[in-house]
Protein backbone atom coordinates (compact mmCIF):
# COMPACT_ATOMS: atom_id res chain seq x y z
CA UNK A 1 0.00 0.00 0.00
CA UNK A 2 1.49 3.30 -0.56
CA UNK A 3 1.84 5.84 2.02
CA UNK A 4 2.42 8.75 -1.05
CA UNK A 5 -0.24 12.06 -0.42
CA UNK A 6 -2.60 11.75 -3.31
CA UNK A 7 -2.30 14.65 -5.52
CA UNK A 8 -5.89 16.85 -5.49
CA UNK A 9 -8.23 16.53 -8.24
CA UNK A 10 -8.03 18.55 -11.39
CA UNK A 11 -9.84 21.38 -11.57
CA UNK A 12 -11.56 22.33 -15.31
CA UNK A 13 -9.28 22.97 -17.57
CA UNK A 14 -6.12 21.71 -15.35
CA UNK A 15 -3.70 19.61 -17.73
CA UNK A 16 -1.71 17.62 -14.30
CA UNK A 17 1.25 19.90 -14.30
CA UNK A 18 -0.90 22.90 -11.94
CA UNK A 19 0.50 24.15 -8.62
CA UNK A 20 -0.69 22.51 -5.74
CA UNK A 21 -1.32 26.44 -4.64
CA UNK A 22 -4.06 27.38 -8.20
CA UNK A 23 -5.72 23.80 -7.22
CA UNK A 24 -6.31 25.15 -3.37
CA UNK A 25 -7.50 28.60 -4.81
CA UNK A 26 -9.50 26.83 -7.18
CA UNK A 27 -11.13 24.73 -4.58
CA UNK A 28 -11.35 27.57 -2.13
CA UNK A 29 -13.43 29.90 -4.74
CA UNK A 30 -16.03 27.26 -5.41
CA UNK A 31 -16.63 26.44 -1.75
CA UNK A 32 -17.34 30.73 -1.01
CA UNK A 33 -19.19 30.88 -4.24
CA UNK A 34 -21.26 27.80 -2.91
CA UNK A 35 -21.67 29.67 0.87
CA UNK A 36 -22.95 32.60 -0.57
CA UNK A 37 -25.46 31.07 -2.65
CA UNK A 38 -26.38 28.87 0.10
CA UNK A 39 -27.04 32.51 1.98
CA UNK A 40 -28.57 34.59 -0.43
CA UNK A 41 -31.35 31.26 -0.44
CA UNK A 42 -31.34 31.05 3.28
CA UNK A 43 -32.05 35.05 3.79
CA UNK A 44 -34.56 34.85 0.56
CA UNK A 45 -36.78 32.04 2.33
CA UNK A 46 -36.44 34.23 5.62
CA UNK A 47 -37.69 37.48 3.75
CA UNK A 48 -40.57 35.33 2.30
CA UNK A 49 -41.63 33.98 5.58
CA UNK A 50 -41.63 37.03 7.10
CA UNK A 51 -43.83 38.65 4.71
CA UNK A 52 -46.18 35.47 5.07
CA UNK A 53 -46.14 36.47 9.11
CA UNK A 54 -47.22 40.08 7.88
CA UNK A 55 -49.94 38.31 5.51
CA UNK A 56 -50.88 35.93 8.69
CA UNK A 57 -51.10 38.95 11.03
CA UNK A 58 -53.46 40.85 8.43
CA UNK A 59 -55.93 37.48 8.31
CA UNK A 60 -55.51 37.61 11.81
CA UNK A 61 -56.67 40.93 12.59
CA UNK A 62 -59.54 40.85 9.65
CA UNK A 63 -61.20 37.80 10.54
CA UNK A 64 -63.38 37.58 13.99
CA UNK A 65 -66.82 36.45 15.23
CA UNK A 66 -67.94 40.02 13.45
CA UNK A 67 -67.47 40.26 9.92
CA UNK A 68 -65.08 43.55 9.33
CA UNK A 69 -64.48 44.22 5.76
CA UNK A 70 -61.08 44.67 5.01
CA UNK A 71 -61.47 47.97 4.01
CA UNK A 72 -62.53 49.19 7.10
CA UNK A 73 -59.75 47.16 8.86
CA UNK A 74 -57.14 49.05 7.10
CA UNK A 75 -58.87 51.89 7.87
CA UNK A 76 -59.04 51.59 11.70
CA UNK A 77 -55.25 50.66 11.59
CA UNK A 78 -54.22 53.47 9.65
CA UNK A 79 -56.78 56.38 10.11
CA UNK A 80 -59.04 55.58 13.25
CA UNK A 81 -61.97 57.27 14.36
CA UNK A 82 -63.24 55.97 17.21
CA UNK A 83 -65.84 53.83 15.64
CA UNK A 84 -66.69 50.46 17.30
CA UNK A 85 -65.32 48.69 14.29
CA UNK A 86 -62.27 50.67 14.87
CA UNK A 87 -62.54 49.85 18.73
CA UNK A 88 -62.50 46.00 18.17
CA UNK A 89 -59.36 46.00 15.78
CA UNK A 90 -57.44 48.02 17.78
CA UNK A 91 -58.11 47.20 21.24
CA UNK A 92 -59.05 43.54 20.68
CA UNK A 93 -57.57 41.92 17.63
CA UNK A 94 -54.69 44.09 17.17
CA UNK A 95 -52.75 43.04 20.81
CA UNK A 96 -54.53 39.46 19.97
CA UNK A 97 -52.14 39.08 17.33
CA UNK A 98 -49.17 40.66 18.23
CA UNK A 99 -49.26 38.39 21.68
CA UNK A 100 -49.50 35.41 18.91
CA UNK A 101 -46.92 36.61 16.92
CA UNK A 102 -44.66 36.82 20.03
CA UNK A 103 -45.82 33.63 22.21
CA UNK A 104 -45.40 31.60 18.94
CA UNK A 105 -41.78 32.96 18.16
CA UNK A 106 -41.00 32.29 22.02
CA UNK A 107 -42.43 29.01 21.76
CA UNK A 108 -40.80 27.83 18.30
CA UNK A 109 -37.45 29.44 19.50
CA UNK A 110 -37.84 27.12 22.92
CA UNK A 111 -38.31 24.21 21.19
CA UNK A 112 -35.31 24.47 19.27
CA UNK A 113 -33.46 25.54 21.75
CA UNK A 114 -34.05 22.34 23.73
CA UNK A 115 -33.17 19.48 20.48
CA UNK A 116 -30.56 21.40 19.70
CA UNK A 117 -28.89 21.77 23.58
CA UNK A 118 -30.12 18.08 24.73
CA UNK A 119 -29.86 16.85 20.95
CA UNK A 120 -33.15 14.91 21.74
CA UNK A 121 -35.50 15.67 17.90
CA UNK A 122 -38.49 15.10 20.36
CA UNK A 123 -37.88 17.67 23.10
CA UNK A 124 -40.53 20.94 23.37
CA UNK A 125 -41.63 23.04 26.30
CA UNK A 126 -44.74 20.76 26.30
CA UNK A 127 -43.72 17.28 26.33
CA UNK A 128 -40.75 18.20 28.64
CA UNK A 129 -42.87 19.23 31.34
CA UNK A 130 -41.55 23.05 30.99
CA UNK A 131 -44.89 24.83 30.18
CA UNK A 132 -46.94 22.35 32.81
CA UNK A 133 -44.53 23.46 35.52
CA UNK A 134 -45.23 27.07 34.35
CA UNK A 135 -48.70 26.54 34.79
CA UNK A 136 -48.43 24.55 38.06
CA UNK A 137 -46.74 27.58 39.80
CA UNK A 138 -49.30 30.19 38.06
CA UNK A 139 -52.13 28.13 39.44
CA UNK A 140 -50.12 28.49 42.87
CA UNK A 141 -49.65 32.05 42.75
CA UNK A 142 -53.42 32.51 41.86
CA UNK A 143 -54.75 30.22 44.67
CA UNK A 144 -52.15 30.65 47.63
CA UNK A 145 -51.69 34.63 47.01
CA UNK A 146 -54.74 36.03 45.45
CA UNK A 147 -52.60 37.46 42.21
CA UNK A 148 -54.42 37.64 38.94
CA UNK A 149 -52.18 40.35 37.31
CA UNK A 150 -49.77 38.83 34.41
CA UNK A 151 -47.25 41.24 36.08
CA UNK A 152 -47.00 39.50 39.36
CA UNK A 153 -47.36 35.62 38.52
CA UNK A 154 -45.25 36.22 35.35
CA UNK A 155 -42.19 35.84 38.16
CA UNK A 156 -43.90 32.19 39.43
CA UNK A 157 -44.01 31.53 36.08
CA UNK A 158 -40.44 31.20 35.45
CA UNK A 159 -39.56 29.82 38.34
CA UNK A 160 -41.98 26.87 37.92
CA UNK A 161 -40.64 26.11 34.22
CA UNK A 162 -37.00 26.32 35.86
CA UNK A 163 -37.83 24.02 38.42
CA UNK A 164 -39.96 21.50 35.85
CA UNK A 165 -36.67 21.53 33.69
CA UNK A 166 -34.45 20.51 36.31
CA UNK A 167 -36.62 17.83 37.83
CA UNK A 168 -37.33 16.37 34.01
CA UNK A 169 -33.56 16.07 33.32
CA UNK A 170 -32.71 14.74 36.62
CA UNK A 171 -35.37 11.76 36.09
CA UNK A 172 -34.72 11.22 32.76
CA UNK A 173 -30.92 11.19 33.12
CA UNK A 174 -30.81 8.25 35.56
CA UNK A 175 -29.32 5.40 35.01
CA UNK A 176 -26.69 3.99 32.68
CA UNK A 177 -28.36 4.82 29.45
CA UNK A 178 -28.46 8.50 30.28
CA UNK A 179 -31.02 11.22 29.20
CA UNK A 180 -31.92 9.29 26.06
CA UNK A 181 -34.50 10.98 23.91
CA UNK A 182 -37.42 8.62 24.57
CA UNK A 183 -36.41 8.78 28.30
CA UNK A 184 -36.57 12.63 28.23
CA UNK A 185 -40.07 12.59 26.57
CA UNK A 186 -41.29 10.23 29.49
CA UNK A 187 -39.84 12.03 31.94
CA UNK A 188 -41.22 15.23 31.12
CA UNK A 189 -45.08 13.41 30.02
CA UNK A 190 -44.89 11.77 33.72
CA UNK A 191 -43.35 15.15 35.31
CA UNK A 192 -46.84 17.48 32.97
CA UNK A 193 -48.94 14.52 34.24
CA UNK A 194 -48.28 15.15 37.55
CA UNK A 195 -48.69 18.86 37.25
CA UNK A 196 -51.74 18.80 35.29
CA UNK A 197 -53.49 16.75 37.78
CA UNK A 198 -52.94 19.69 40.90
CA UNK A 199 -53.71 22.59 38.19
CA UNK A 200 -57.32 20.24 37.80
CA UNK A 201 -57.38 19.33 41.39
CA UNK A 202 -57.22 23.03 42.44
CA UNK A 203 -59.57 24.58 39.64
CA UNK A 204 -62.22 21.81 40.59
CA UNK A 205 -62.08 22.60 44.11
CA UNK A 206 -61.58 26.61 44.37
CA UNK A 207 -64.19 28.55 41.89
CA UNK A 208 -62.00 31.49 42.54
CA UNK A 209 -59.05 30.01 40.45
CA UNK A 210 -61.27 28.81 38.10
CA UNK A 211 -63.01 31.14 36.90
CA UNK A 212 -59.96 33.03 36.94
CA UNK A 213 -57.86 30.21 34.85
CA UNK A 214 -60.75 28.46 32.81
CA UNK A 215 -60.03 28.81 29.05
CA UNK A 216 -56.18 30.02 30.06
CA UNK A 217 -55.25 26.43 31.46
CA UNK A 218 -56.44 25.24 27.30
CA UNK A 219 -54.04 28.01 26.11
CA UNK A 220 -55.64 30.71 24.78
CA UNK A 221 -55.48 33.95 23.39
CA UNK A 222 -59.21 35.34 23.71
CA UNK A 223 -59.09 38.32 25.10
CA UNK A 224 -55.64 38.95 26.04
CA UNK A 225 -56.26 43.06 25.90
CA UNK A 226 -52.97 45.30 25.10
CA UNK A 227 -52.12 45.64 29.20
CA UNK A 228 -51.39 42.09 29.03
CA UNK A 229 -49.13 42.37 25.89
CA UNK A 230 -47.59 45.41 27.73
CA UNK A 231 -46.94 43.66 30.81
CA UNK A 232 -45.46 40.67 28.83
CA UNK A 233 -43.38 41.47 25.87
CA UNK A 234 -40.23 42.99 27.87
CA UNK A 235 -39.50 38.78 28.68
CA UNK A 236 -40.17 37.80 25.79
CA UNK A 237 -38.41 39.70 23.92
CA UNK A 238 -35.29 39.47 26.48
CA UNK A 239 -36.09 35.66 25.57
CA UNK A 240 -35.59 35.99 21.71
CA UNK A 241 -32.50 37.92 21.40
CA UNK A 242 -30.87 36.05 23.92
CA UNK A 243 -31.96 32.88 21.74
CA UNK A 244 -30.67 34.77 18.64
CA UNK A 245 -26.98 35.29 19.76
CA UNK A 246 -26.48 32.04 20.61
CA UNK A 247 -26.46 30.26 17.38
CA UNK A 248 -23.04 29.91 17.10
CA UNK A 249 -22.04 28.73 20.38
CA UNK A 250 -24.57 25.86 19.53
CA UNK A 251 -22.78 24.96 16.37
CA UNK A 252 -19.72 24.49 18.21
CA UNK A 253 -21.57 22.53 21.26
CA UNK A 254 -22.94 19.93 18.47
CA UNK A 255 -19.65 18.99 17.99
CA UNK A 256 -19.25 17.64 21.30
CA UNK A 257 -17.72 18.70 24.54
CA UNK A 258 -14.01 18.19 23.68
CA UNK A 259 -14.14 19.75 20.30
CA UNK A 260 -16.29 22.61 21.37
CA UNK A 261 -14.02 23.26 24.13
CA UNK A 262 -10.92 22.89 22.41
CA UNK A 263 -12.80 25.03 19.64
CA UNK A 264 -12.89 28.06 22.43
CA UNK A 265 -16.20 27.38 23.05
CA UNK A 266 -17.63 27.37 26.94
CA UNK A 267 -19.71 24.75 27.05
CA UNK A 268 -21.55 25.15 30.88
CA UNK A 269 -21.57 29.32 29.84
CA UNK A 270 -23.30 28.12 26.77
CA UNK A 271 -25.70 25.75 28.49
CA UNK A 272 -26.52 28.38 31.34
CA UNK A 273 -28.08 31.14 28.53
CA UNK A 274 -29.65 28.66 27.16
CA UNK A 275 -31.49 27.59 29.97
CA UNK A 276 -31.99 31.15 30.89
CA UNK A 277 -33.56 31.65 27.57
CA UNK A 278 -35.82 28.67 27.64
CA UNK A 279 -37.42 29.79 31.09
CA UNK A 280 -37.58 33.38 29.88
CA UNK A 281 -39.84 32.23 26.88
CA UNK A 282 -41.37 28.92 28.41
CA UNK A 283 -42.50 31.02 31.18
CA UNK A 284 -43.64 34.38 29.48
CA UNK A 285 -45.42 32.89 26.79
CA UNK A 286 -47.58 30.34 29.53
CA UNK A 287 -48.02 33.47 31.91
CA UNK A 288 -49.30 35.08 28.77
CA UNK A 289 -51.32 32.89 26.71
CA UNK A 290 -51.45 29.35 29.23
CA UNK A 291 -49.63 26.05 28.27
CA UNK A 292 -49.91 25.29 24.65
CA UNK A 293 -48.49 22.23 23.49
CA UNK A 294 -46.62 21.04 20.00
CA UNK A 295 -45.65 24.29 18.72
CA UNK A 296 -41.88 23.71 19.88
CA UNK A 297 -41.77 20.12 18.59
CA UNK A 298 -43.13 21.18 15.19
CA UNK A 299 -41.42 24.26 14.31
CA UNK A 300 -37.67 22.99 14.75
CA UNK A 301 -38.33 20.44 12.13
CA UNK A 302 -40.20 22.63 9.39
CA UNK A 303 -37.37 25.32 10.21
CA UNK A 304 -34.82 22.10 10.08
CA UNK A 305 -36.08 21.42 5.94
CA UNK A 306 -34.51 25.29 5.26
CA UNK A 307 -31.86 25.61 7.33
CA UNK A 308 -29.69 22.20 8.02
CA UNK A 309 -28.18 22.09 11.11
CA UNK A 310 -27.00 24.96 11.14
CA UNK A 311 -28.12 27.11 14.53
CA UNK A 312 -27.50 30.73 13.10
CA UNK A 313 -30.05 30.04 10.81
CA UNK A 314 -31.99 27.40 12.39
CA UNK A 315 -33.07 29.65 15.01
CA UNK A 316 -34.38 33.11 13.20
CA UNK A 317 -36.42 30.50 10.94
CA UNK A 318 -37.83 28.93 14.12
CA UNK A 319 -39.03 32.24 15.22
CA UNK A 320 -40.47 33.19 12.41
CA UNK A 321 -42.47 29.78 12.10
CA UNK A 322 -43.55 29.59 15.37
CA UNK A 323 -45.05 32.63 14.95
CA UNK A 324 -46.53 31.79 11.78
CA UNK A 325 -48.28 28.46 12.92
CA UNK A 326 -49.67 29.98 16.26
CA UNK A 327 -51.28 33.26 14.31
CA UNK A 328 -52.49 30.82 11.87
CA UNK A 329 -53.95 27.96 14.83
CA UNK A 330 -55.83 31.18 16.65
CA UNK A 331 -57.01 32.55 13.19
CA UNK A 332 -58.20 28.67 12.23
CA UNK A 333 -59.82 28.23 15.85
CA UNK A 334 -62.23 31.36 14.89
CA UNK A 335 -63.75 29.61 12.55
CA UNK A 336 -63.96 26.11 12.34
CA UNK A 337 -66.61 26.18 14.79
CA UNK A 338 -69.88 28.24 14.28
CA UNK A 339 -71.24 30.07 16.98
CA UNK A 340 -67.59 30.07 18.82
CA UNK A 341 -64.12 29.92 19.28
CA UNK A 342 -61.49 27.12 19.36
CA UNK A 343 -58.87 27.31 21.84
CA UNK A 344 -55.58 28.29 20.24
CA UNK A 345 -54.25 25.18 22.49
CA UNK A 346 -56.46 22.82 21.40
CA UNK A 347 -55.95 23.62 17.49
CA UNK A 348 -51.76 23.41 18.25
CA UNK A 349 -53.00 19.39 19.91
CA UNK A 350 -55.00 18.37 17.22
CA UNK A 351 -52.04 19.03 14.74
CA UNK A 352 -48.81 18.32 16.72
CA UNK A 353 -50.28 14.91 18.72
CA UNK A 354 -50.13 13.27 15.00
CA UNK A 355 -46.12 14.91 13.85
CA UNK A 356 -45.06 13.36 17.85
CA UNK A 357 -46.51 10.17 17.32
CA UNK A 358 -44.73 9.91 13.89
CA UNK A 359 -41.64 11.15 15.27
CA UNK A 360 -41.31 8.68 17.82
CA UNK A 361 -42.30 5.46 15.97
CA UNK A 362 -39.90 6.90 13.11
CA UNK A 363 -37.52 3.29 12.87
CA UNK A 364 -34.49 5.60 12.73
CA UNK A 365 -35.14 9.11 14.59
CA UNK A 366 -32.97 11.47 14.26
CA UNK A 367 -29.97 12.49 16.71
CA UNK A 368 -29.27 16.16 16.54
Known amino acids: MSLERPSAAPVAGDDGDTPDSVVAAAALDRRTD??????????????????????????????????IPLGAVLDAL???????????????????????????????????????????????PGILGVNSGAAAAVVTAIFVFGMTGVDAYVWFAFAGAAIAAVLVYALGSRGRSGATPVRLALAGTAIAAVLQGFVYGITVLN????????????????????????RIWPFLIAGILLSLTLGPALNAVALGEDLAAAL?????????????????????????????????????????????????WLLPYAAVIGAVLLTLADTAGRVITSGGELEVGIVTALIGAPVFIYLVRRRRMAQL
Open 34 to 67: ATARTHALRTTGLAALTAALAVCALLSIAVGAKA
Open 78 to 124: FSPDGSYEASVVLDLRLPRTALGIFVGAALGLAGALMQALTRNPIAE
Open 207 to 230: EFVFDQIRFWQVGSLVGRDVDIFL
Open 264 to 312: GARVNRTRALVAVAIVLLCGGATAAAGPIWFVGLIVPHLARTFTGPDQR
